[in-house]
Each structure stands twice: as C-alpha cells, then as structure tokens.
C-alpha cells in the first residue's frame, strides 16, 4: 500500500481511469496507516481507480479559508467519468461550508459520502476548530450526498440526523456503536464503503467485526 508521506495521488495504472476520487481527513488527522481512509485510498489505488488522499494544512489547528482553498484546487483538479469525494469528521463540515458558497467544482462532483461530522455545538467549544461551525442550514446540496455516522459520536450528540441530515435532507445511515468512525472505534478496513464507491446504489454497513 502507499505511504501517501510524499505523493498525495494514487493511479493503479490498470488502464482508462473511470472514477476520481477526493478523500478528506478531520481534525488532529496525519494520514495514519490504521485509518479507514488510508485503507481505502490504497485499495483503490490497487483497483486502478484515480485517487487523491491530500494531508491537508495545519491538521492539528487547521484554518477554514485555507482548507476551502485547498479543497478547491484538489476540485479544480478532479478528473474521471465520475468524481467522488468521501469526507471524514471535520471535513465533512468543510464539504457543507463549500455547497453553502457554491465554491466553485463542487457542482461537478457527481456523489459526495459524509461520514461523522461534529456538530455545531462541538466545534464551538474547541478553539482550535470553532471557526467550522457550520449555522447555515438554508442551503441546496449540489449533487446526490450520503451521510454515515454512529449513533454515540461524541463529537455530535444530538445525532447527525437531526443536525444535519434532516435539515439538509440528506439519506442518513446510523450506525449502531460506531463513535466517530475513527481508528479507535475500530474503523481500520471498512469494505462497505469501498463497495458504495464502487457502485453509489450499495448499502454502508458497519465493519466487520
């Protein structure tokens, strides 16, 4: 699997690249092996599948304006027949603060996967990250979105649902002990959502015990 330590794109050289894929970390987030993210960026990668996996600025005090800036480059630079973006904890948040600006490349992304965004109330509270708490609610999504989370995030105990995706009107899947969906809630291989990127129609389940 790559390392992702110097290259952010992953191409598995099997030929016509018929998807692209942006996955984006949260918080406090280096890339780590054990993520399910890292996994999934090399699995892809491993299917021939166009796959770009940035480590984004300042993960451990990150900076709004920046990583919208980020965000736009990486969508300015997007190519396939098909262009996903999978975001995790808070950038999941970044993705809504982007549809709520219409930046620009976030119409040209054909499905988007939200997976445990922290809730407003949260990010309000951490210094570091107060800056992404998202108010706006009045806003259109851009293309067809999917939101994952566990129904005990502690970083969003009201539940996902009711702060995002109800108001958002966004297909909500919760799952049952899942925390945040991060390494120590398990959440190392994760061949659910790799089969949503692969087919957007297939159901996320939790992982395999």
């Known amino acids: 699997m790559n390392t992702y330590d110097t290259d952010d794109l992953v191409d598995g050289g099997l030929g016509p690249v018929p998807r ?46 920046v990583w919208m ?28 603060h982007a549809a709520a600006r219409a930046l620009p490349g976030v119409a040209g992304v054909d499905r988007v996967l939200l997976v445990a965004p922290p809730s407003a109330s949260v990010l309000a509270g951490l210094p570091e990250i107060a800056g992404f708490a998202l108010r706006e609610r009045d806003f259109t999504l851009p293309g067809p979105t999917r939101l994952v989370a566990g129904d005990d995030d502690p970083y969003c105990p009201e539940g996902a649902g009711a702060v995002y995706g109800d108001p958002l009107g966004i297909p909500t899947h919760v799952l049952s002990g899942a925390g945040h969906l991060g390494m120590d809630a398990g959440y190392g291989p994760w061949p659910a959502v790799l089969d949503w990127c692969l087919d957007g129609t297939a159901r996320i389940t939790a992982r395999a015990d």
């Open 69 to 96: 800036a980020e965000l736009a480059r990486h969508l300015d630079a997007q190519r396939g027949s098909e262009r996903v973006v999978v975001a995790h904890s808070l950038s999941a948040v970044l993705w809504l």
């Open 20 to 65: 692209s894929f942006l996955i984006l970390h949260g918080w406090q987030n280096h890339r780590p092996r054990g993520h399910w993210q890292h996994w999934l960026a090399g699995r892809l990668g491993e299917l021939g599948q166009h796959v770009v996996y940035p480590q984004l600025p300042g993960p451990d005090d990150p900076d709004l304006e």
